[in-house]
């Protein structure tokens, strides 16, 4: 049963989000209309993986017309948000990239792919990084930091690892080099190298640099396979 106090705490695209005065530090994500499997498939991901960069999940809850489950409440920064205080702190850029890709890695070694890596899935807290929503399905694609086959369906390991670096590219880069509308977005990804990231912002270590852009490599072959393979 959910609690009967909820409040609207975020609306999301397939579920909303409320908390509960009597439920403190708990949120409460409820599906939309034809959503529960993706919030199922979240739930059953996040139950199964129990590792501090992503958030706890507790109970799945039915109840009349509502579906959804029951979480921790992540307090902390968006990424961008966070990278903004921090875009000339190499270092500490560093620490948060490789923490992502460990929890990633310990996502793939489960045997899941998160599918949809981008700035708002990631948070920043004093405890460490947060991944949340995982659960690849291409109705939930966000095509600007999708991988070039995930647009036919092929989420791996190395889509995730694409998603990540292009959410850095973009965020030390200070703008998307894939905007436009689904097709257009295919194409460039396609037939387009984005210049190096360190041509683009100086501040960012050639060290980093090279990273993304062989995190970004459009071609799934040449691409690091999985986080491991990164560093």
């Given at each position: 049963?959910?609690?009967?106090?909820?409040?609207?705490?975020?609306?999301?695209?397939?579920?909303?989000?409320?908390?509960?005065?009597?439920?403190?530090?708990?949120?409460?994500?409820?599906?939309?209309?034809?959503?529960?499997?993706?919030?199922?498939?979240?739930?059953?991901?996040?139950?199964?993986?129990?590792?501090?960069?992503?958030?706890?999940?507790?109970?799945?809850?039915?109840?009349?017309?509502?579906?959804?489950?029951s979480m921790?409440?992540?307090?902390?920064?968006?990424?961008?948000?966070?990278?903004?205080?921090?875009?000339?702190?190499?270092?500490?850029?560093?620490?948060?990239?490789?923490?992502?890709?460990?929890?990633?890695?310990?996502?793939?070694?489960?045997?899941?792919?998160?599918?949809?890596?981008?700035?708002?899935?990631?948070?920043?807290?004093?405890?460490?990084?947060?991944?949340?929503?995982?659960?690849?399905?291409?109705?939930?694609?966000?095509?600007?930091?999708?991988?070039?086959?995930?647009?036919?369906?092929?989420?791996?390991?190395?889509?995730?690892?694409?998603?990540?670096g292009m959410?850095?590219?973009?965020?030390?880069?200070?703008?998307?080099?894939?905007?436009?509308?689904?097709?257009?977005?295919?194409?460039?990804?396609?037939?387009?190298?984005?210049?190096?990231?360190?041509?683009?912002?100086?501040?960012?270590?050639?060290?980093?640099?090279?990273?993304?852009?062989?995190?970004?490599?459009?071609?799934?072959?040449?691409?690091?396979?999985?986080?491991?393979?990164?560093?």
């Amino acid at each position: 049963m959910f609690p009967k106090d909820l409040k609207k705490y975020k609306e999301g695209t397939f579920a909303t989000i409320y908390h509960s005065p009597t439920h403190q530090g708990l949120l409460f994500k409820i599906s939309h209309k034809n959503n529960l499997p993706i919030l199922r498939t979240q739930f059953d991901i996040l139950k199964s993986i129990d590792h501090p960069s992503f958030p706890r999940v507790y109970k799945w809850m039915e109840q009349g017309e509502r579906c959804g489950y029951s979480m921790e409440w992540i307090k902390g920064e968006e990424l961008h948000t966070w990278i903004k205080k921090h875009e000339s702190d190499a270092s500490s850029i560093k620490e948060i990239l490789i923490n992502i890709l460990e929890a990633l890695s310990h996502l793939h070694r489960k045997g899941f792919v998160h599918g949809d890596i981008k700035p708002s899935h990631i948070f920043v807290t004093e405890e460490g990084i947060k991944i949340i929503d995982p659960g690849f399905n291409s109705e939930i694609l966000t095509p600007v930091y999708s991988a070039p086959e995930s647009f036919f369906g092929d989420f791996t390991p190395a889509s995730d690892i694409y998603s990540t670096g292009m959410v850095f590219y973009t965020l030390l880069g200070g703008e998307n080099p894939f905007e436009g509308n689904l097709q257009e977005i295919l194409s460039k990804k396609l037939n387009y190298t984005p210049p190096p990231l360190n041509t683009i912002n100086t501040d960012v270590p050639d060290e980093i640099s090279t990273l993304i852009m062989e995190m970004i490599e459009p071609v799934l072959e040449k691409r690091p396979r999985c986080a491991d393979d990164v560093f």
